[in-house]
């Protein structure tokens, strides 16, 4: 289990920062799980590494490793229980957002990358990293580019673009045997008929299908011009037959005639 913040909840507090030229500040925990203590009752026993210790050695854990099945729940309530004790709200809409009401300031959490956005960034900052082990990883301001949630987020002053990361549509196409294909002018059309529209694809092409599709899934909060292809491409996981394999090869030619395209958040100060 780890909680991923909406990228609603993302665009939402990126309008929030430009409306009200708030700063917006960037960090990583290191080594997140390993701040949060395992539940009482829970005893867990691990042999020690055999290169370092004699065969036998044995570990009671007292904090969750990577790898622990409940290691990312141990860390987010223990993050929840740190924000709490800095004054901090848990949002109900989107847990993994808090708000400071004292100094106006926004943390949301993506596992151990944080986005910091209010009037004093900095101060609240300070104050986690006398808990956390927390470190900066940049500041987006007008003319940067950063990173969060697996996207890209670029200030250009008056707007912030939210773009893929880099290669993700390239890998797409790669795998599709499509880097180079023609381009298309429309993500999809339903009437595309290649043949008798009942003949299932071999059993490697499904899978690559259905991986495609759940990748277009991950992309179309930032790029609602193929959302409605991928609707109609995911109702084919079960069972894709060729002409589900040409819609979807139609979809990424046409993202790779705009792979530059970018979600802008421009807001209007009334």
């Known amino acids: 289990y780890a909680s991923t913040p909406m990228v609603t909840t993302l665009k939402l507090l990126l309008a929030i920062a430009l409306s009200r030229n708030y700063r917006i500040r960037l960090g990583d925990i290191s080594t997140a799980f390993l701040h949060a203590l395992l539940p009482e009752g829970q005893r867990i026993i691990v042999e020690a590494p055999?290169?370092?210790?004699?065969?036998?050695?044995?570990?009671?854990?007292?904090?969750?490793?990577?790898?622990?099945?409940?290691?990312?729940?141990c860390w987010q309530d223990h993050f929840a229980t740190v924000m709490k004790e800095l004054?901090?709200?848990?949002?109900?809409?989107?847990?993994?957002?808090?708000y400071f009401p004292e100094t106006d300031n926004y943390v949301l959490v993506y596992v151990d990358d944080l986005m910091i956005v209010g009037t004093t960034p900095d101060e609240l900052f300070d104050k986690i990293t006398q808990h956390l082990l927390l470190r900066p990883t940049g500041e987006l301001k007008e003319g940067s580019t950063q990173s969060?949630?697996?996207?890209?987020?670029r200030h250009t002053?008056?707007?912030?673009?939210?773009?893929?990361?880099?290669?993700?549509?390239e890998e797409m196409l790669q795998e599709n045997g499509l880097p180079n294909a023609r381009l298309a002018a429309t993500p999809g059309t339903?009437?595309?008929?290649?043949?008798?529209?009942?003949?299932l694809l071999p059993d490697a092409d499904i899978s690559l299908?259905?991986?495609?599709?759940?990748?277009?899934?991950?992309?179309?909060?930032?790029?609602?011009d193929v959302n409605y292809a991928t609707k109609e491409l995911s109702?084919?996981?079960?069972?894709?037959?060729?002409?589900?394999?040409a819609r979807l090869r139609q979809t990424l030619r046409y993202l790779r005639g705009?792979?530059?395209?970018?979600?802008?958040?421009?807001?209007?100060?009334?």
């Open 157 to 169: 002053g008056q707007s912030i673009q939210i773009l893929p990361a880099d290669g993700y549509i």
């Open 209 to 224: 299908y259905r991986r495609t599709v759940g990748r277009l899934m991950w992309l179309i909060p930032i790029r609602p």
């Open 258 to 270: 705009t792979s530059e395209h970018a979600y802008t958040i421009s807001p209007q100060v009334t």
């Open 190 to 199: 339903m009437g595309r008929k290649t043949t008798d529209g009942v003949s």
């Open 87 to 98: 004054g901090g709200i848990r949002m109900k809409s989107d847990p993994n957002l808090c």
């Open 235 to 245: 109702r084919s996981v079960k069972e894709p037959t060729e002409d589900d394999l």
């Open 148 to 153: 969060f949630l697996g996207r890209k987020l």
């Open 50 to 73: 055999r290169e370092y210790y004699p065969e036998g050695t044995f570990w009671e854990l007292l904090r969750p490793l990577y790898g622990l099945k409940t290691a990312p729940r």
